[in-house]
């Protein structure tokens, strides 16, 4: 079974920046999909950014221009930088993971198979 961990989360103030970062295990496919999620209280998860092993990305339109997705594929690693963070960007992220590749866009949440537990981001 494929294990996600999320790790890099906090409180910081608006303007900081993140560097959340999803370690992967147990994954033996050749073609995948990685992303992240974020549930505010009160609110649907909503997608943040994609990627698969084709190197394509996707972004959510309110972190496309401040945000970067990436896979280091040695370090079973994918992480998602965050910069110019804004309090509403306050919520728990999540990471998923899906056995095959992404087409256009980020994928709906039952594209994927499997989820960590979550890293919570707070921006005051």
């Known amino acids: 079974d494929v294990q996600l961990v999320e790790s890099g989360g906090g409180s910081v103030q608006a303007g900081w920046s993140l560097r959340l970062a999803c370690q992967a295990t147990g994954y033996t496919h050749n073609g995948y999909s990685l992303g992240w999620f974020r549930e505010a209280l009160g609110k649907e998860r909503e997608g943040v950014a994609a990627i698969d092993s084709d190197e394509s990305t996707a972004y959510a339109p309110f972190v496309k221009d401040r945000s970067t997705i990436s896979v280091d594929k040695a370090k079973n690693t994918m992480t998602l930088q965050m910069n110019n963070l804004k309090p509403e960007d306050t919520a728990m992220y999540y990471c998923?993971?899906?056995?095959?590749?992404?087409?256009?866009?980020?994928?709906?949440?039952?594209?994927?198979?499997?989820w960590g537990q979550g890293t919570q981001v707070t921006v005051s």
């Open positions: 998923a993971a899906a056995p095959r590749t992404m087409g256009w866009g980020i994928p709906p949440i039952t594209f994927f198979t499997s």
